[in-house]
Each structure stands twice: as structure tokens, then as C-alpha cells.
């Protein structure tokens, strides 16, 4: 079972940086595609980012292009969400998700089966 725990969230102006990590239980982290997935109030729980099991790739929802990065330290069993320009639009309940690579898609919620119990962000105007 991989339990995941986020942090790094808070209270930002709109233009500034924040910087989440998510750390992992398990050893086998190594072997996971991780992925973060935002929610905002009254919406659906939406793709952000993920990474593969290799960091070798990383895919992004088209909203946060250019301003977020997603990465992985395997040493410490973390990935972290690197968000620079934040808007207002980004305020959300940050999730991150953890599944086996090759085992179906990687951009929506039914395709992660372990979850973090998120970390609040809010961009401020």
C-alpha cells in the first residue's frame, strides 16, 4: 500500500511561486508514474501534471504550461510541483496521485489508485 502525504501549500498573490512536494511510503516508489490533480470548490477533481516511473517524461494539463514543473528526487521517495505565476483560476485543493506504469492512462482520476489527502493552495488578486 503506498501512502502519500502532501505539503507546501498556502496563501500566495497572484504572480508568485509555491512550491508543493509529495513524499512517498514506499521503496518501490521508483517504479510509480506520479501525478497531480487539482480541485477547485463545486468542480471535478482535474489533471494537472504527471511524471513517468523514470522521470524521463512529463506531461501537462494546457493551463499550466510553462508555469508548473514536475519533477522526482528518488532518494527521498518525493515529487514535487514546482508552480511559478500563479493566477487566482490556480486556487484549488492540490492532490497527489500515485499508479503502476503501463496499467491504462495517466490523465484522469479512475486511473490512480492511491491518493494524498491534498494540500490547500489559494492565489490571491
Known amino acids: 500500500q503506498v501512502q502519500l502525504v502532501e505539503s507546501g501549500g498556502g496563501l500566495v498573490q497572484a504572480g508568485g511561486s509555491l512550491k508543493l512536494s509529495c513524499a512517498a511510503s514506499?521503496?518501490?516508489?521508483?517504479?510509480?508514474?506520479m501525478g497531480w490533480f487539482r480541485q477547485a470548490p463545486g468542480k471535478e477533481r482535474e489533471f494537472v501534471a504527471h511524471?513517468?516511473?523514470?522521470?524521463?517524461?512529463?506531461y501537462y494539463t494546457e493551463s499550466v504550461k510553462g508555469r508548473f514543473t514536475i519533477s522526482r528526487d528518488f532518494a527521498k521517495n518525493t515529487v514535487y510541483l514546482q508552480m511559478n505565476s500563479l493566477k487566482p483560476e490556480d486556487t484549488a485543493v492540490y492532490f497527489c496521485?500515485?499508479?503502476?506504469?503501463?496499467?491504462?492512462?495517466?490523465?484522469?482520476?479512475?486511473?490512480?489508485?492511491?491518493w494524498g489527502q491534498g494540500t490547500q493552495v489559494t492565489v490571491s488578486s
Open positions: 496521485a500515485a499508479k503502476r506504469p503501463y496499467t491504462g492512462g495517466a490523465y484522469q482520476t479512475k486511473d490512480y489508485p492511491y
Open positions: 511524471i513517468t516511473w523514470n522521470g524521463a517524461d512529463t
Open positions: 514506499e521503496q518501490t516508489f521508483t517504479i510509480y508514474t
